[in-house]
């Protein structure tokens, strides 16, 4: 395969066959490989320092009653960050639906003799509903979501937002402050708007699904998306030693919060293990019920994934938690 360099300033790039934009690890430059992107559309969320990730570790070690007690026993082994590509924009749906629902009616019922009871049944009604919305959509710009904390920081970026800066505006010299790994990119902006309208009308049926019996008539029709960016997120993972086991917490790295961790199980959590093959099930409930109130996410395998994990980590003694 041909080897890459930076346009900018001539470090190598690691590229795979499937990159779309390759960021220089070295000056921040964001190289085309393949496939199209507007470098007016990447945006980056600048990281803390990996003395600041390193801080909100030993705070969370402080904060939590089953790691407090193990404190002395843990070591941080290292302390990695990347910046992680996703993909975000708003997509406008207009359309309409006819649906029936099973309701129950009752009715007070006086007989002869002046008793009354109440009488039950079935009806089925049928509604008609227009559908005009707007929809924010989010999701990873990779192929793989299987890294950790990939779909995890999803959920926090919902609720707090970072302050995004252009790439572009970002000299050298801004970028040697904030630099990080950077992974590559490899659904392009084509792809992408392609999968938020999709994803878009999906959610909207998937609501319809829930609250009907039966869809009679579904007609939805997503915009070309609007506002569409990509949206470089700084993730760090801490590993940590216990025991002779590694263990993991995933950090949101514009504000340092923990996002997804692995842990040792403590006697306690080795009595709640059912507990953690349960909670990944309720996750993928909450990441579908979160998709409806407005901002989405691209890959909803997320929900699915994580219960599967949580189930194997537990097999492993450790747990997960969010
Ligand atoms: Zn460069």
Redesign the pocket.
Known sequence: MQAFK?E??G?PLEVSPETIIAI?P??G?PNHISGSIDTEHIYIAPSLKKDAIYQAFMKRVEKDMDLRRLKDDIQVVEIEGHYVPYWRGRVSLTGEVKYMKRETECHTVTDSEGNTREECHTVERHYHEFIDRTMYLMGSARRQVTDFGINDIIEHYKKNSPKLKPLKDLNEDEWQKIKLEILNTEIDEQQAKMLMKEDAVDVVREEYKAKSDEIEYFRCEPSEPEDVRLVLLPIWTVYYKYGNSIFKVAFSGWDGKDVAATEPMTALRRAMYIGGIIMGIVIGGVGAAAISSGAAILPLIAGAGLAYYSGSKVLAGTRIER
Do not use: F, P
């Open positions: 930076c900018r300033c470090a220089c070295y000056c430059y």
